[in-house]
T-cell receptor, first 114, second 111 residues
C-alpha cells in the first residue's frame, strides 16, 4: 500500500508570491490534515479536510487556505508569501475524522521563501 | 501560547541505557496523548499513545507515563538503541479533534 505522497518535495519562492502544495493520501483514507513545522515551534495544525469539507482549522491567517477533491487528494495554498512562511509543510491522512492515532504522515514539502 | 511544551531541545544517552523524554501541557481538556518519532527527510510516525484514564502504557521498549495532576507525560525507552536517534514529538488532543504538538526533542543514542 502506497504511503502519503507530497509534491513537490522542495520549493523556493520569493516574498509576495503564492504557492500550492499537493498531498495524496493513502488509498481509502478520506481525512487529510496539514501541519507546519518550524524550528522551535514544533508541528502546528493548519486545517483538516474530510469529504471535501474543512472540518477543523488552526490559528493561521487567511493567506493559508486549502481544499480537498472528490478523490481525497488535497491542496494547500499560501498567498502573499512572507519570510516567516519558510517551513516544512506536512500532510497526514487517516480513515476518518477523529481517528487521530491512526494518522499517517507524508515526507513533507520544504518551502523556502527568500 | 504553547499548550504542549517539550523543554529539552536535545538529549544524548549511551546505547543500552534509559532515555527519558518529557512533555508538559497546560490544557486540562486534553484527553489523549501521543508520541511521534521523526527521522530526517521523513514524516513523523506514530509511536505510542495513552488515554487520560490511564497513567501508564507499555509497548515493547517504549513506555509512556501520564501524571494528570502535574500535567506531565514522559516517554521511556529501555534499552536505548542507536536506531532510536530521531526527533520525538509529544502531542495532545481534546474533543476539538485537533492534534497539538510540542516543539520536539532530538534524541541521540551513542554506540
Amino acid at each position: 500500500k502506497a504511503g502519503v505522497t507530497q509534491t513537490p518535495r522542495y520549493l523556493i519562492k520569493t516574498r509576495g508570491q503564492q504557492v500550492t502544495l499537493s498531498c495524496s493520501p493513502i488509498s481509502g483514507h478520506r481525512s487529510v490534515s496539514w501541519y507546519q513545522q518550524t524550528p522551535g515551534q514544533g508541528l502546528q495544525f493548519l486545517f483538516e479536510y474530510f469529504s471535501e469539507t474543512q472540518r477543523n482549522k488552526g490559528n493561521f491567517p487567511g493567506r493559508f487556505s486549502g481544499r480537498q477533491f472528490s478523490n481525497s487528494r488535497s491542496e494547500m495554498n499560501v498567498s502573499t508569501l512572507e519570510l516567516g512562511d519558510s517551513a516544512l509543510y506536512l500532510c497526514a491522512s487517516s480513515l476518518a475524522v477523529g481517528v487521530i492515532y491512526e494518522q499517517y504522515f507524508g515526507p513533507g514539502t520544504r518551502l523556502t521563501v527568500t | 501560547d504553547q499548550q504542549v511544551k517539550q523543554n529539552s531541545p536535545s538529549l544524548s544517552v549511551q546505547e543500552g541505557r534509559i532515555s527519558i523524554l518529557n512533555c508538559d501541557y497546560t490544557n486540562s481538556m486534553f484527553d489523549y496523548f501521543l508520541w511521534y518519532k521523526k527521522y530526517p527527510a521523513e514524516g513523523p510516525t506514530f509511536l505510542i499513545s495513552i488515554s487520560s484514564i490511564k497513567d501508564k502504557n507499555e509497548d515493547g521498549r517504549f513506555t509512556v507515563f501520564l501524571n494528570k495532576s502535574a500535567k506531565h507525560l514522559s516517554l521511556h525507552i529501555v534499552p536505548s538503541q542507536p536506531g532510536d536517534s530521531a526527533v520525538y514529538f509529544c502531542a495532545a488532543s481534546s474533543n476539538t479533534g485537533k492534534l497539538i504538538f510540542g516543539q520536539g526533542t532530538t534524541l541521540q543514542v551513542k554506540p
